[in-house]
Protein backbone atom coordinates (compact mmCIF):
# COMPACT_ATOMS: atom_id res chain seq x y z
CA UNK A 1 0.00 0.00 0.00
CA UNK A 2 1.22 3.45 -0.43
CA UNK A 3 3.10 4.50 2.21
CA UNK A 4 4.41 8.10 3.03
CA UNK A 5 7.34 9.12 5.63
CA UNK A 6 8.47 12.54 6.38
CA UNK A 7 10.94 13.77 8.33
CA UNK A 8 13.10 17.05 8.58
CA UNK A 9 10.98 18.56 11.04
CA UNK A 10 11.99 20.81 14.51
CA UNK A 11 12.41 24.17 15.84
CA UNK A 12 13.78 26.74 13.94
CA UNK A 13 14.48 30.78 14.58
CA UNK A 14 12.82 33.46 11.83
CA UNK A 15 14.80 33.56 9.12
CA UNK A 16 16.39 30.19 9.25
CA UNK A 17 16.02 26.99 7.59
CA UNK A 18 14.85 23.57 7.02
CA UNK A 19 15.11 21.13 4.78
CA UNK A 20 12.19 18.45 4.83
CA UNK A 21 12.02 14.76 3.17
CA UNK A 22 9.45 12.25 2.39
CA UNK A 23 9.79 8.78 1.52
CA UNK A 24 7.67 7.36 -0.66
CA UNK A 25 6.65 3.76 -1.01
CA UNK A 26 3.70 0.85 -2.79
CA UNK A 27 3.56 3.24 -5.84
CA UNK A 28 5.29 4.05 -9.02
CA UNK A 29 6.79 7.32 -7.33
CA UNK A 30 8.62 8.42 -10.56
CA UNK A 31 5.74 8.66 -12.42
CA UNK A 32 3.66 10.64 -10.02
CA UNK A 33 3.64 13.89 -9.28
CA UNK A 34 3.72 15.24 -5.75
CA UNK A 35 2.62 17.86 -3.60
CA UNK A 36 3.49 19.25 -0.24
CA UNK A 37 1.20 20.40 1.99
CA UNK A 38 0.54 22.25 5.80
CA UNK A 39 -2.03 22.87 8.27
CA UNK A 40 -1.01 25.49 10.97
CA UNK A 41 -3.35 24.58 14.44
CA UNK A 42 -6.44 26.04 13.87
CA UNK A 43 -6.78 26.13 10.06
CA UNK A 44 -7.42 24.38 7.24
CA UNK A 45 -4.95 22.37 5.04
CA UNK A 46 -2.89 24.66 2.86
CA UNK A 47 -1.17 23.95 -0.38
CA UNK A 48 2.53 24.19 -0.55
CA UNK A 49 4.03 23.05 -3.57
CA UNK A 50 3.70 20.62 -6.45
CA UNK A 51 6.14 18.98 -8.69
CA UNK A 52 5.64 16.87 -11.93
CA UNK A 53 7.20 13.19 -12.04
CA UNK A 54 9.90 14.54 -14.13
CA UNK A 55 10.98 17.54 -11.52
CA UNK A 56 10.00 20.10 -14.83
CA UNK A 57 6.78 21.63 -13.35
CA UNK A 58 6.52 23.23 -10.24
CA UNK A 59 4.54 25.64 -8.51
CA UNK A 60 4.10 27.39 -5.51
CA UNK A 61 1.50 29.89 -3.57
CA UNK A 62 2.18 33.04 -3.11
CA UNK A 63 2.82 32.40 0.35
CA UNK A 64 6.07 30.41 0.31
CA UNK A 65 6.92 31.60 -3.62
CA UNK A 66 10.61 32.33 -3.15
CA UNK A 67 11.35 30.88 0.12
CA UNK A 68 10.29 27.36 -0.58
CA UNK A 69 12.21 24.82 -2.83
CA UNK A 70 10.63 21.73 -3.86
CA UNK A 71 13.18 19.12 -5.70
CA UNK A 72 12.59 15.18 -5.99
CA UNK A 73 15.07 12.14 -6.32
CA UNK A 74 13.54 9.49 -8.31
CA UNK A 75 16.06 6.79 -7.46
CA UNK A 76 15.31 7.34 -4.15
CA UNK A 77 12.09 7.61 -4.17
CA UNK A 78 12.19 10.96 -2.14
CA UNK A 79 10.48 14.06 -2.14
CA UNK A 80 12.40 17.25 -0.74
CA UNK A 81 11.28 20.98 0.41
CA UNK A 82 13.92 23.42 1.37
CA UNK A 83 12.31 26.45 3.38
CA UNK A 84 14.21 29.10 3.49
CA UNK A 85 13.91 32.45 5.33
CA UNK A 86 11.02 31.01 7.47
CA UNK A 87 8.48 32.98 9.16
CA UNK A 88 6.38 32.69 12.35
CA UNK A 89 3.33 31.83 9.95
CA UNK A 90 5.06 29.21 8.30
CA UNK A 91 4.44 26.83 11.84
CA UNK A 92 2.44 23.97 10.70
CA UNK A 93 2.60 20.03 10.45
CA UNK A 94 4.13 19.71 7.08
CA UNK A 95 3.00 16.61 4.83
CA UNK A 96 3.75 14.89 1.68
CA UNK A 97 0.90 13.53 -0.50
CA UNK A 98 0.51 11.87 -4.36
CA UNK A 99 -3.23 13.40 -4.40
CA UNK A 100 -4.00 16.88 -4.89
CA UNK A 101 -6.29 16.85 -2.04
CA UNK A 102 -3.73 15.21 0.41
CA UNK A 103 -6.29 12.40 0.94
CA UNK A 104 -3.30 9.58 1.42
CA UNK A 105 -0.33 11.08 3.14
CA UNK A 106 2.08 10.42 6.16
CA UNK A 107 2.05 11.19 9.76
CA UNK A 108 3.78 14.85 9.09
CA UNK A 109 6.77 16.70 10.10
CA UNK A 110 5.90 19.64 12.39
CA UNK A 111 7.90 22.91 12.07
CA UNK A 112 7.84 25.41 14.34
CA UNK A 113 9.23 29.15 14.34
CA UNK A 114 9.85 30.77 17.05
CA UNK A 115 12.03 33.10 18.70
Known amino acids: QVQLVESGGGLVQPGGSLRLSCVASGFTFGKSWMYWFRQAPGKSLEWVSSISDGGVTISYPDSVKGRFTVSRDNAKNTLYLQMNSLKFDDTAIYYC????????RGQGTQVTVSS
Open 97 to 104: SKDTRAEV
